[in-house]
């Protein structure tokens, strides 16, 4: 709840610049910033007829074409082992609802993770990620932070990784993701992937818990992030071909029939028709994957260039970068905190971007997640120029947001004795 | 969630028996039967570039729409008192989530509002209903079913009424309301008004606690009954215009940004289109009005023709007939239950209907729920002619579905000594 407090309150404040007629940089969203494929508005527009109620996991096409989906990864699933629902979001708070015991999360990780478990009652067990890439625990801490749970009495239940991850937009290393797979079987923990990012990993195929460990990991995904669809809410979930997967299925469709029946039956069938993979769909994704690579490597870039530490993004459209490095510098200004870091960046020169305690991170480190994917234009025509550009740090829209970021971070590190 | 595998069980029979090329009639789901409007079609099609993230709440336009309608109807509704959902049940649940105390339902009520209680974690005082109407508890016995709970160290936090009814589908008189609104304010209960069905009511306008009690009232509703789009999942809610109501909008606005983020952009988009209340929706409504009474008035007098009680429908589309006074020919038929009952009329006829243990009756009682609304026809076309015709029932499908009814009701009475 704070946390999305704490995002509103970003927003109104970028808000009221805005209407000020002040300089913004809004970078403290994870919108997908692209416009919607041809052939996609003409499913839903081709939808409107279905308005009946349907059945709580999805119509069996958009069930078989998810399954499809996942079969053509290497993973084969039938379409029963699929739900839907508006948004991933409502399936993480259906998993946190119905699996048993404490849960694991990776520090930092996506805002809502720890504020569903707080709904739920469910007690969190937060595990450092590792320096390499976020989205989950750092293997070798993972298994002393478990045994010192127990011997607290606490009962891990389930881990949650986000691969590729947010809020710092790489990959985890597969090494790393089959060592947790290893842990979690020695414990029997439920595994949760959060592979909302997957399709946008830039150079190859994200690794997948579902190639260790299929019998207990439970992916969950949706076209919010690949197809930048965030305001069509559409959401699913894989669950394993086992008794327990149908079980869990049984309960997550109880869940979703007392909380949002189904997802909506036109976006059902967008679902169906984008998962069926059609070449629009795929080339919209390909080329939004060399957008988001392009400008988040500049963004990068920038950072670097201030004297921040960042990991190198490597899927999506996100950075986490830290300034300790400038401490002292910043600490001359009144800097301290994260919080006090993003308030300066907003106040003094409009960009937008949110501090680290939002995903869990300590309030004494000094760093803040940067949304790139507002960058691509104010309007639809420049978003679809950006996203059919073959150079799209030169246009002229990004171009110009780049340089202003290049100068307010250059600002911002500048010693008060430098002019 | 038992509650959801029931009616997923009936209508698997139902589907079994239609694949086998049985008769079927479907008499067992709250679908209101009609298609989609052509204004309302447009206006999806014409939302397809509504791609981003929203605010949780809704979008100016589609909450300054609710406003307007509530304040047509003599409830001065100001756009921040209103919050948007994929489904009005969504905001059911969310309210439950954040209201303190027990939960005060009429009974029988629907099926998940005792379903959400269970699922929050919250006990509920069930109060009969009188007998001139659904959707309210007894006034006669609120108060003492209260201090009968008080006594024994529970704390009644809210009031739950259904205007109109559903599974009834009658309206609550207006003096029962106010009385219970009395009651309500004496023991200090909040009031969840569930007035869903309200624009379906038969004769005139259904009495609401926002007349009597509107400090203390928060009303839920939707499109999915008056404009039949249920596929669609567009609800909303009013809380009262005070500090409670606003620290209300907060909290729902909490539980919606972690469990649902918003109402898909899309359907805000129609759902601001419907509550400006253009002509041909409101003729849309007015129609769909007139047949859902025709044809409910129809089968009651089917049911009291084969000898069972029932109360006249005044809203909606649904009968909830009690054959007790055939009680001792259907025993002799091995039928002592609602559930028996119920078997029996899908077994031998293929009728379905929901056994009242459903909707918290109790299962001694020989009581069921019947939806009147897919009587309408097997196609748009027919669905169309349907809500078209100002004599209904002579239309040959609907005649031919009410002659059905009328034979297997009759022969479900029969005396086994009859022919």
């Given at each position: ?26 970078l403290?969203f994870?919108?997908?910033g692209l416009?919607?494929?041809?052939s996609?508005?003409?499913v839903?527009a081709?939808?409107a007829?279905?308005?009946s ?11 078989s074409a998810a ?27 259906g ?12 520090c ?6 720890a504020?569903q ?17 976020g989205?989950i625990?750092?293997p ?10 127990i011997?607290?009495g606490r009962?891990?239940g389930a881990?949650?990784?986000?691969i ?15 060592a947790?797979c ?28 579902l ?7 439970i ?15 559409i ?9 327990w ?10 869940v ?8 909506a039956?036109p ?7 984008v ?5 629009d ?15 988040g490597n500049?963004v990068?870039a920038?950072?670097i260039?201030?004297g921040?530490?960042?990991r190198r ?7 986490y970068p ?9 600490a ?22 949110l ?6 991170d300590?309030?004494s ?21 950006s996203?059919?550009?073959?150079d ?28």
């Open positions: 709840m704070t946390m999305h407090s704490a995002t509103l309150a970003m927003n109104e404040a970028m808000e009221a610049r805005r209407a000020a007629g002040e300089n913004v940089l809004h403290g994870g919108e997908a416009p919607v494929p041809e996609v508005a003409k839903l081709t939808a007829p279905l308005n109620y349907g059945s709580v996991a999805g119509s069996n096409e958009a069930r399954a499809g989906w996942f079969s053509r990864r290497g993973h084969e699933t039938e379409a029963s082992q699929i739900i839907f629902a508006p948004g991933s979001k409502a399936l993480l708070f998993l946190l609802s119905v699996l048993d015991g404490d849960l694991v999360l990776p930092p990780s996506w805002v809502s993770y504020a478990a707080d709904l739920v009652g469910k007690a969190v067990i937060n595990v450092p990620i590792p320096q390499e890439s989205g625990p750092d070798a801490l993972l298994e002393a932070a478990l045994e010192s749970a011997r607290d009962k891990p881990i949650l990784l986000t590729p991850d947010n809020p710092t937009g790489t990959v985890a290393d597969a090494g790393h993701v089959e947790i290893r842990t979690a079987a020695k414990y029997d923990l439920a595994i949760i992937s959060d592979e909302i990012y997957a399709e946008l990993s830039y150079d190859s195929a994200a690794p997948t818990p190639s260790v460990a299929p019998d207990r990991t992916v969950t995904s949706g076209l919010s992030k690949s197809m930048a669809l965030g305001g069509w809410r959401g699913f979930a894989r669950v394993p071909k086992t008794d997967g149908s079980e869990l299925m049984q309960q997550l469709i109880g979703g029939s007392e909380i949002w029946s189904s997802l039956a976006m059902q069938a967008v679902a169906a028709h998962l069926s993979e059609p070449l769909v795929t080339e919209h994704i390909r080329r939004a994957r060399f957008l988001h690579s392009t400008v500049a990068y920038e950072f260039g201030a921040a530490l960042c993004p490597t899927a999506g459209f996100y950075l830290d300034f300790e490095p400038v401490r002292p510098r910043l001359v200004k009144g800097i301290q905190t994260g919080p006090q870091l993003v308030q300066r960046l907003l106040d003094c020169y409009g960009v937008g971007v501090d680290g305690t939002a995903f869990g300590d309030e480190n000094l760093r803040a997640r940067v949304a790139t994917s507002l960058l691509y234009g104010s309007t639809i025509d420049e978003r679809w120029r996203l059919h550009s073959d799209p740090i030169e246009l002229p829209w990004i171009a110009k947001e780049l340089a202003y970021l290049h100068g307010s971070l250059r600002d911002l590190v500048r010693g008060t004795n430098e002019a």
